[in-house]
């Protein structure tokens, strides 16, 4: 018989219950108990609705409170000396300093240590793997030790079999672990690290084992990746002697194929191999002449990472092959975790019953499972077979509707030269012309573009969007909005200023709003990092712009100043990468259409007077595959997209462009290739490390490195960014160096927004002094 299991469940809750929690804990409105209880109730929810769903073997440890790469660095005691509690084991507050930052005794970020604790700067954040996923990295010092420190796992295995529920914990595998790390201090191999770190998992077997667990998840996706042959020949070492523990043991891999890896994953001495079928069909049916007789082989063939409904048929053909080759140790999953996908389409009362029909949400993909499953097992089931013709109808319905292939987007894209994606001029020749004609001092000040969207600013959207505001009326409120913000701009005196983008909701559903070919849910959230969650618009046809989407709020704010205002564009691979994409064409091709829907809106900016535009590419490097055979390709259409979206304008005009919590060595090239004549990017975290890719490749345009962190609370003084600049223009030459914050500001408040502005400003100015 085929087993039914899921890797992970959505742990933010229908109605982002975990997030609402999180941040009233944070402001001190919620005690840790109530907090706990939130978690405990979301936990038993979403374990009943998996079963309820039809999933056999539910995940366990899947919760995070803030993420899950963090909760293993506290499982295993790996906490930098700057949060080490004193008082012996961290707790909760410990965590929250790691992921946010302690501001020290007087401060809301949560404080680790004693009475007189200093401020501490958060862990760094980044992708985890080509997500918009965000992870804490774990921090490891040569002579790192490990120890079991945290206790959550176990509570939580003790909870869900209370339930009476059959559970497979999950835990991230010792090699993914350390490969997501980093090196603090001196600079030493990670690997090294091994044969100190296993015992603890060691440990943590044993003590399921105790408790009843069968079955463990060990996630170790890195095995997708070209790994180098150490890394290789470690798997091996570790998982012989991971096998002497208890227990059997699930190798799950994700997000790529195993490819040269293959045989190893298939021969590693563990009792199963979960494998992603969606983004890499081609490991089947290889993947069977490789695997040992005794173990079992879970296929991951249910989208954990798109919304669309699954091609049951076409899915159980392919699960029809296995079973004949496997018998009863083929196990059915989704492709990864469902941590990607939103809760549940059953609360979507207001998409339209065809474009309904199309999508399915976590709750209805592990039904998609179970019902894959049991067609396998009773394949003539009256209820299996209605199951099967329900989505053939629904498949059909979807190819032939006409309001997906649009003739004039089409028709448009074909027509594309290679002259639609270069400026006019080289940058050279454009940034003399920018800066005769913009005028800007020495070390320029911007921000990113948004600023504290406030508890007013929400409230007036929302009562627009419900007809109980004008037009009028929320134009006036959003007016109001403007002048706030370009009033403390110019009292603060940053030089080139932003609207503040208080009409807008997101930076890809504001824009997906106003293309055709994009729809929108109510409730389809999905976690980026901690309380942080997004609800990606789905593409489901041909994309265009009807009208202009920006240029009557940036008009307004220009004239409101003398100075300089940029216009805030989200950029075509961005716009991509945090939607739900179509699967039934190429990523490229959805991008380009989306360029030239974003090259009209840059054309009517400049029309209208704006010298300054910015694109943002936030998830340029996210959209990069695991396999470096495939990069050249992304990175050649991701590049000329946004080129396609940027160039239709004058040298004149400066394009700028932004991007976050990236590693950019491996893709600098095609970062200079985008050409943008300024790019944004975060670096305060790294410490400016970051900016060795740019001044290694020697990066020919100009520079704005993030100088705090605005995901922080803590605001850092003048010298904590004039620090960081020298830094910087120790890589950079100084006359290419912008001085801004490392992100959008919409998540700050104003009183900490305006402190760290103020000292931003404060730094340029010595900076002009000490190195224009």
């Not at 400026?423 to 012309?433: C, G, N, P």
């Not at 239709?648 to 462009?657: F, K, L, P, S």
């Amino acid at each position: 018989m085929a087993l039914a299991h899921n890797l992970g469940f959505p742990r933010i809750g229908r109605d982002r219950e975990l997030k609402k929690a999180l941040e009233a804990h944070w402001k001190g409105e919620l005690d840790e108990a109530g907090l706990r209880a939130v978690g405990r109730e979301l936990r038993a929810r979403h374990w009943q609705l998996q079963k309820e769903a039809g999933i056999e073997l539910l995940p366990v440890g899947d919760f995070a409170w803030y993420d899950q790469v963090l909760g293993h660095s506290l499982a295993f005691g790996v906490i930098p000396e700057r949060f080490r509690p004193h008082g012996g084991k961290p707790t909760l507050d410990t965590l929250f300093a790691m992921a946010r930052g302690s501001v020290g005794s007087h401060g809301s970020a949560g404080c680790c240590g004693g009475a007189h604790a200093q401020p501490a700067f958060a862990q760094e954040l980044t992708k985890w793997f080509d997500t918009n996923y965000h992870y804490l990295v774990p921090e490891f010092s040569v002579d790192q030790q490990f120890q079991l420190s945290w206790e959550q796992l176990f509570e939580e295995v003790d909870e869900a079999r209370a339930l009476g529920h059959s559970v497979k914990p999950v835990l991230i595998g010792p090699l993914t672990y350390l490969w997501l790390g980093k090196a603090k201090g001196d600079d030493f191999d990670r690997l090294g690290l091994l044969d100190n770190l296993l015992p603890v998992y060691g440990e943590i077997l044993q003590r399921l084992a105790t408790q009843g667990v069968e079955w463990v998840q060990i996630d170790e996706p890195i095995l997708g990746l070209d790994l180098p042959q150490a890394w290789k020949n470690a798997f091996e070492r570790a998982y012989n002697i991971l096998q002497r523990e208890p227990g059997k043991k699930l190798i799950a891999t994700y997000f790529a194929g195993l490819e040269d890896n293959l045989g190893l994953a298939a021969g590693l001495p563990v009792d199963g191999l979960h494998i992603d079928l969606v983004r890499a069909p081609e490991q089947f049916p290889a993947i069977l002449d490789r695997l040992p007789a005794y173990k079992v082989l879970s296929l991951g063939v249910v989208n954990g990472r798109n919304v669309w409904r699954t091609d049951l048929q076409q899915a159980l053909e392919l699960l029809q092959q296995a079973q004949e080759r496997l018998g009863s140790r083929l196990w059915v999953a989704p492709s990864c975790s469902l941590l990607h996908s939103p809760a549940d389409l059953g609360r979507e009362d207001q998409l339209d019953a065809e474009l309904h029909s199309w999508l399915a949400f976590a709750v209805q993909k592990c039904a998609e499972v179970a019902t894959l499953v049991a067609a396998l097992n009773d394949p003539q089931d009256v209820q299996v077979q209605a199951a099967l013709a329900h989505s053939n109808a629904v498949q059909a319905s979807r190819v032939q509707s006409p309001r997906i292939h649009k003739p004039a987007v089409q028709a448009r894209l074909a027509a594309v030269s290679a002259a639609d994606s270069q400026r006019q001029s080289v940058f050279a020749t454009r940034i003399e012309l920018q800066r005769a004609h913009l005028k800007l001092p020495a070390f320029p000040t911007t921000t990113i573009g948004s600023f504290p969207q406030t508890a007013a600013i929400r409230l007036a959207r929302q009562s627009f969007k419900q007809g109980k505001l004008s037009r009028a009326a929320y134009t006036e409120a959003m007016h109001s909005e403007i002048r706030h913000a370009v009033e403390i701009q110019e009292r603060l005196g940053l030089d080139v200023l932003v609207h503040g983008e208080a009409e807008r909701n997101d930076m890809v559903e504001y824009f997906a709003e106003q293309l055709d070919g994009y729809a929108f849910t109510r409730f389809g959230w999905v976690q980026s990092y901690g309380s942080r969650c997004v609800k990606p618009a789905v593409i489901y046809g041909d994309l265009s712009r009807p009208q202009a989407m920006t240029v009557s709020w940036i008009e307004y704010a220009q004239t409101l100043t003398d100075k300089v205002m940029k216009g805030m564009l989200t950029g075509p691979v961005t716009m991509l990468m945090w939607s739900f994409p179509r699967d039934d064409i190429s990523r490229e091709q959805q991008a380009r259409q989306l360029a030239l829907a974003i090259r009209d809106e840059v054309v009517d900016l400049e029309a209208a007077g704006i010298r300054v535009i910015q694109i943002d590419e936030a998830a340029f490097r996210e959209g990069l595959p695991l396999r470096k055979a495939q990069w050249q390709g992304y990175l050649d259409w991701a590049s000329e997209a946004f080129r396609l979206c940027a160039s239709g304008v004058r040298d004149e005009t400066q394009i700028h462009t932004h991007m976050c919590y990236s590693e950019f060595n491996d893709v600098i090239e095609s970062i200079a290739a985008m050409d943008a004549d300024v790019i944004t990017i975060e670096t305060s975290r790294s410490d400016m490390e970051l900016l060795d890719a740019f001044e290694a490749f020697e990066y020919p345009n100009e520079i704005g490195p993030g100088v705090y962190d605005i995901h922080s609370p803590r605001v850092p003084d003048t010298s904590e960014m004039v620090r960081l600049m020298r830094k910087a223009a120790q890589r950079v030459p100084a006359e290419r160096l912008w001085v801004n914050p490392d992100c959008g500001l919409k998540t700050r408040a104003w009183p900490e927004t305006e402190a760290a502005l103020v000292n931003m400003v404060a730094a340029a100015r010595q900076l002009r002094s000490e190195l224009a």
